[in-house]
């Protein structure tokens, strides 16, 4: 998710707005949903853009970069 806004931004282990990862990703320095796969985010963000009313064909171009993030990148 772009996080061009602050209060997007999620948080460093020491509070510090991180620059890397929203807030509904990472808090307290820590992931929020550790054991997800680049492809089990993928599903869940195709969900919530359904349901914010994208068409579902759209939604895999959307989330095809997703397995691409640093988060994923060493697993």
Not at 38 to 43: I, K, L, T
Not at 47 to 74: A, D, H, N, Y
């Amino acid at each position: 998710m772009p996080i061009a806004k602050g209060d997007k931004n999620g948080t460093e282990a020491d509070g510090a707005k991180s620059r890397k990862y929203c807030i509904h990703c990472y808090v307290g320095g820590r992931y929020t949903m550790p054991d997800m796969t680049a492809e089990q985010m993928q599903e869940f963000v195709k969900g919530k853009m359904v349901g914010m009313g994208f068409p579902r064909f759209l939604t895999g171009f959307f989330t095809r970069g997703i397995p691409k993030l640093e988060r994923w990148q060493s697993n």
